[in-house]
């Protein structure tokens, strides 16, 4: 099954000479709001969703008809969603692997954006060479790498402050056989003119501007998250949206070591609006996808259930009651 997330979403033509940064940030595409929404308030259990609320809930986003069928037939095709029939209504769920996939990936992404790690001032180096008639496996190596934290100092030369895991090894692995070297340790001290710091191969300053864009954008809105000022269709919205958005950081800013950074680094900033945001929505957002989803089914809708940073973090996959799921109620 493909990764609900393509890395290509953040860093996309990520070729012999990548971009620095992404170039795509503003707008989420049909398929990433679809999954977004999915997880949001089915991921604990799986709940199916007729096919017909979830166009609806993708054209409170501007997504058209169209466009939203096309999108739930390719993630279908791509194994994030299973797909089922009663008469001439259909319904979707998220694929066991997906939810997996989506549950360890949510726990990730608040944990890197949450948790102080000490670094021991090491820097772990990846080194591969692939011939030019091997692009794909290239491609996919330097995704798998940018997945992992890494980034590339030189060409064929990526670089990440922390311990390569052995999951992360066994990635790599996969698409290297015996085309790849790794090794952990301290940058020698040069000239300062003729050496460059590791911490260049990502673009701090820009990284820095998407933080501020984040602020800038989302602050206005937290007393209103607060205060259940916001209506449903709004909340489910805007719950979407800025976790569309937020969720891009970890992969820009893998837990660089903040002694790296310019002062007043501004991750755990983010990370508190964007808590206060999503979880101030939860309530009248949950209330909004049921209502929804009750016009196009027949059964109750106790599967769909709005979860907070907190319960992302923990893990919100409930694998006892994840495989019920039939109809809208698990």
Request: aromatic share 8%; with cysteine; net charge neutral.
């Amino acid at each position: 099954m493909a990764n609900p997330f393509p890395i290509e979403e953040i860093y996309p033509d990520d070729g012999d000479e990548p971009p620095r940064l992404p170039r795509r940030q503003a707008g989420s595409s049909p398929q990433d709001l679809a999954v977004t929404l999915l997880a949001d308030y089915t991921l604990r259990t799986r709940a199916r969703v007729p096919s017909a609320a979830l166009v609806a809930l993708l054209a409170e986003s501007g997504v058209s008809t169209a466009g939203a069928r096309a999108a739930i037939s390719r993630l279908a095709r791509r194994g994030v969603l299973e797909g089922s029939r009663e008469g001439r209504r259909s319904s979707y769920r998220l694929s066991r692997a997906a939810a997996a996939n989506l549950s360890s990936g949510g726990s990730w992404i608040l944990a890197a954006t949450t948790e102080v790690v000490e670094w021991d001032g090491c820097w772990t180096i990846v080194a591969f060479s692939l011939p030019q008639d091997r692009g794909a496996q290239r491609r996919a190596l330097r995704g798998q790498l940018r997945w992992l934290g890494y980034a590339p100092l030189y060409d064929g030369l990526w670089i990440s402050p922390y311990e390569l895991s052995a999951p992360g090894r066994a990635q790599i692995a996969r698409f290297t056989r015996g085309a790849v070297t790794v090794f952990r340790g301290r940058q020698a001290d040069l000239d300062a003119i003729a050496q460059r710091s590791p911490i260049d191969a990502w673009d701090i300053e820009a990284i820095g501007r998407h933080y501020e864009e984040f602020l800038r954008r989302w602050t206005p809105l937290a007393p209103q998250a607060r205060s259940e000022r916001v209506d449903g269709a709004a909340a489910v919205r805007t719950r979407t949206e800025v976790m569309d958005t937020f969720r891009r950081f970890p992969t820009l800013d893998p837990r660089l070591p903040l002694d790296l950074l310019p002062a007043g680094w501004l991750r755990r900033p983010a990370r508190e609006l964007f808590e206060a945001i999503y979880d101030g929505l939860a309530a009248p957002a949950e209330r909004h996808v049921r209502a929804v989803v009750a016009r196009f089914a027949e059964e109750a809708q106790s599967g769909i259930r709005a979860h907070t940073a907190a319960d992302i973090l923990a893990g919100v996959r409930d694998v006892e009651t994840a495989e019920a799921g039939e109809g809208c109620a698990s």
